[in-house]
């Protein structure tokens, strides 16, 4: 056998029965390395891998004379593989995607992978780092249980080439006794003497990310009986404790009962309508476990938690009403969204606001006063809403934190205790729909809030965890979800069907999309659209490892367009290119796939400043006293948002210039972010304008600013003055859309601007409106741009809508 210096690097179960073994060093001898299972455990096989198996994590392997660099598509679903090429690039060419570094599809055994294949000359026989990145520049971040990931100096996560370790150091194992979750094997190695050299704990690997059951879990009540069922692959104890709420001091515990593919189960011959419960798991621990057995785990399944941290109510579906009729949502570009937060839209329009909850948001939605109805917007998008983190009931916080997906947050509720949030939420919805609001909900599914019960139940299976069991933090939030997981997937599907049936919720924010990945966005487009047809799904199409909106172009889901969130600053301070502005106000076309809805333009959301304090011409970005100008600029703004094709969304307030003075992420201070609605009337010109520009794009006339598809070739007309950033739009200019024609002009200069429009007869539109107001019959003539000639002429930072008669 080779010298004594062979060590075991690590090893892992890839099914119940195999497995892969990484060695210190290359295995030239012919026969396999004498490994061995410790028992109860043993090996009937050890063969040599293909080297390209190893490279699936790897990256790279060598063959014959050639350095081979591999990459299987599947691995990275928030890449469009399809739009950018993807190169190496390490310490070997400066880090710089370059043509010569090129992958190219390869089919191996029925899949297709990006290889590229290398002379492995003197500039890899030394260790070297590398990465895959795109000809854009968007780095592939290594994957969580690559085998070879190294860091620089800089912090930087790379994958690190060893000559040492080529490929022919990997080898498989096959047991003959299965692999087991509830306990680790280990790996020996053994000597000439047939005594081990050296040993290694088999980690559970891909054999646990993949366990997956048919079996339904949660808590289902029937024929007077109550059965619970949690899915916890590799704990080897699970004890419920389950008591009336009318009898604190008397609580039952029973051992459920391992019913195979990690499914555990009780039933109790009682219904349990109303009683709390909670889990209690135990396992054996390691860095990729956090079992603790004292610890009270909240059911990822439960409808209802009288409190973060539970414990869960047992909820009798047969007793809980359904909705009686659906709401029909609009289409995407028939939509109008305002996002806010429950506790913001309530501070100051109802009492004690600051500790609102789901029953003041009806009440209050079904006032005439309701500021959202008398904006005229036609969908409300939430934030998070589902059961969260928090410390207590008063705490102000967004609800980015969430601990339960199927239980709306208590700390909402009237009376969490009795579990009247269901009723409670049920019951704004259908004021939503009464005041003809639709509702999305921005849902979190790429993290997890404390207490994280989800890591009580399976650190490992749940969430993304590299080699020595350290959680993946690409959402800055501490630990990121492993939402390939079969399980997890079916948590995630199974909370947003649950929300559609029970609440009928109109439509889903994703938070941080780019770690769903688009494959799970895909599933839940085709399970949930049977359900709702018009359902709204949109996408923060991000995260902190990387962007999917070209991706998203082949979905129906529309996402968040954060290009025009920068851009339109820029503009409106006369510091970007009118062409900039025709793109975004197009539909932002990026793709030959993309269409209108795929877009939602937005110039503020609850993340970072707010428009105001973004744009304003006082010092420290403090808009709260904003100048005639950032008043100007926000008008101008409305102006080209509305008639951008695309999804538009406004945060709460926008119209009345909503300010945090100057702060720039305000997460936890419900102070400065609850609306103050005293600026409706100190900025009357500005809420109106939106107003009116909002009843307009929603009325027929408006019809010509929703187009649902890619707009043909002739519909747009554009018009630009030289040297200038003024830009003019004609719309339906060939006349063939059952709308009539309008055309849009702005100009984002300090001084007027000539825009010369030939072609187009001025006796056959009427101006609407300006910077300052919006009259759909017409401004009066004196106010009114002059256009004569071809020429028009456009005030300073000025914006005009004109309707063809």
Request: some cysteine; hydrophobic content about 40%.
């Amino acid at each position: 056998m080779e010298n004594a210096s062979t060590r075991l690097l690590s090893a892992y179960w890839t099914t119940r029965f195999t497995g892969i073994v990484e060695l210190s060093h290359d295995w030239t001898d012919a026969a396999p390395p004498p490994l061995a299972l410790a028992p109860p455990a043993r090996a009937s096989r050890i063969f040599r891998m293909e080297a390209r198996s190893w490279a699936r994590l790897s990256g790279y392997y060598f063959e014959d004379k050639s350095l081979v660099f591999l990459l299987w598509r599947e691995l990275y679903p928030h890449i469009d593989f399809y739009e950018e090429d993807v190169c190496v690039a390490g310490n070997f060419n400066d880090w710089t995607p370059q043509n010569d570094f090129v992958l190219h599809p390869e089919t191996i055994k029925g899949e297709t992978a990006l290889v590229l294949r290398m002379d492995a000359d003197e500039k890899f026989t030394s260790a070297c780092e590398f990465k895959f990145v795109t000809h854009g520049g968007t780095w592939l971040e290594p994957l969580e249980q690559a085998p070879n990931i190294c860091r620089d100096t800089q912090g930087n996560r790379n994958l690190h080439i060893d000559p040492a370790r080529t490929g022919y150091h990997a080898f498989g194992f096959v047991s003959e006794t299965p692999a087991r979750l509830a306990a680790h094997d280990t790996l020996l190695l053994l000597n000439s003497s047939a005594t081990p050299q050296h040993a290694i704990t088999i980690a559970h690997g891909d054999f646990l990310f993949h366990q997956d059951s048919t079996l339904e879990t949660g808590v289902h009540v029937e024929d007077g009986k109550t059965r619970f069922r949690l899915f916890a692959p590799r704990a080897n104890n699970v004890t419920i404790e389950f008591w009336s709420p009318h009898s604190n001091k008397t609580r039952s515990r029973h051992q459920l009962s391992a019913l195979g593919d990690g499914v555990w189960e009780v039933e109790i011959k009682r219904n349990l309508h109303g009683w709390y419960y909670h889990y209690f798991i135990d396992g054996e621990n390691d860095t990729t476990a956090a079992f603790d057995p004292t610890a009270p785990v909240l059911d990822p399944c439960a409808l209802a938690a009288a409190a973060p941290s539970g414990p869960g109510l047992v909820i009798d579906l047969a007793r809980i009403s359904r909705p009686l009729s659906r709401h029909t949502p609009p289409a995407p570009t028939d939509a109008i969204i305002i996002e806010a937060h429950l506790r913001d839209l309530l501070t100051h329009a109802v009492p004690d606001g600051h500790k609102s909850g789901f029953r003041e948001l009806a009440t209050w939605l079904r006032s005439p006063e309701c500021y959202l109805r008398k904006l005229g917007a036609n969908v409300l998008e939430l934030q998070p809403i589902q059961e969260v983190e928090t410390p207590d009931r008063d705490t102000y916080q967004w609800g980015y934190m969430p601990v339960n997906w199927f239980a709306p947050a208590s700390l909402y509720a009237s009376d969490p205790a009795s579990g009247s949030q269901f009723g409670d939420m049920q019951d704004f919805v259908s004021a939503c729909h009464e005041a003809g609001i639709s509702l999305i909900l921005d849902v979190v599914y790429n993290h997890s809030g404390s207490p994280n019960h989800l890591l009580r139940i399976d650190k490992s299976y749940y969430f993304e965890t590299a080699r020595d069991g350290s959680l993946s933090n690409w959402s800055g939030c501490g630990n990121d979800l492993r939402t390939a997981a079969p399980m997890l997937r079916r948590l995630i599907l199974n909370s947003l069907r649950h929300l559609v049936e029970f609440y009928d919720i109109d439509g889903f924010r994703f938070d941080l999309a780019e770690l769903l990945g688009t494959p799970l966005l895909r599933q839940i487009e085709r399970e949930l659209r049977p359900l709702k047809p018009g359902l709204l799904l949109i996408a923060e199409p991000w995260s902190f490892r990387g962007h999917i909106g070209r991706a998203l172009t082949r979905t129906s889901l529309t996402a968040w367009n954060d290009a025009f969130r920068d851009f339109l600053p820029a503009y409106l301070h006369n510091t970007a290119p009118a062409d900039g502005l025709r793109y975004f106000m197009s539909g932002s076309p990026a793709s030959p796939e993309a269409e209108p809805f795929h877009s939602l333009n937005y110039t503020e959301s609850h993340d970072d400043f707010c428009w105001i304090d973004r744009i304003t011409e006082n010092p420290d970005n403090n808009g709260a006293n904003p100048t005639e100008n950032d008043a100007r600029r926000s008008r101008l703004m409305a102006a080209t948002l509305l008639a951008s094709l695309g999804v538009p969304m406004f945060s709460a307030g926008q119209d009345f210039l909503r300010s945090k003075h100057g702060s720039q992420n305000t997460y936890r201070n419900g102070t400065i972010n609850a609306l103050d609605y005293s600026r409706i009337e100190r900025f009357r010109k500005t809420h109106d304008y939106f107003q009116n520009w909002i009843a307009f794009r929603l009325s027929a006339a408006g019809a010509t600013l929703r187009l649902r598809s890619r707009p043909r070739k002739g519909f747009f007309r554009f018009f630009n003055a030289p040297q200038t950033n003024a830009l003019g739009s004609l719309y339906n200019a060939d006349g063939r859309f059952p709308a009539p024609p309008l055309f849009f002009a702005i100009n984002p200069s300090p001084s007027p601007v000539s825009l010369p429009v030939p072609g187009v007869d001025p006796g056959g539109f009427r101006q609407v409106a300006d910077a300052d107001s919006f009259c759909p019959t017409g401004l009066p003539r004196e106010t009114c741009f002059p256009w004569r000639a071809g020429l028009l002429n456009l005030p300073a930072l000025c914006v005009g809508l004109w309707i063809a008669d």
